[in-house]
């Protein structure tokens, strides 16, 4: 089965199967545009991806608010925060690094520092 996103604004917003035959029984990238016509055919509206369910390609799996960033071609996570960044593994990461120390760290945004 082949997995695809709508995308609004680079926001999924459904995802839904579609059957390997309606994607013309290939592998992604060839299965993509022919499993977006199936779609289309179906009268759905909107941008469609395909989304790997095994994490194969595009990162992650598209869920439900993930975002689509166009230009690195991923889904990732919504951004936790606003200061927050996206690094080159398509991770979110604090402008600091969370401490070291063991315990339950939570991000203080107001104050820009990790909290316990």
């Keep these: 089965m082949a997995h ?7 926001i999924v917003q ?26 289309a055919s179906l009268n759905l509206d909107g941008e469609w991806k395909q989304t790997s369910y095994n994490h194969n390609f595009r990162n992650r799996y598209a869920g439900y608010l993930d975002l ?5 071609d991923v889904f990732v996570q919504p951004q ?9 593994n398509h991770r979110w990461q604090a402008p600091t690094p969370q401490p070291e120390e063991d315990g339950f760290w939570t991000w203080n945004e107001a104050e820009q520092i990790w909290t316990r």
């Design 68 to 72: 689509y960033i166009p230009d690195r």
């Design 14 to 39: 459904q995802t839904i199967v579609v059957a390997n035959e309606d994607c013309g029984g290939g592998d992604y990238p060839a299965s993509e545009p022919i499993g977006q016509a199936f779609i």
């Design 80 to 88: 936790p925060y606003p200061s927050w960044t996206l690094d080159d």
């Design 4 to 10: 695809f996103a709508r995308i609004e604004n680079n």
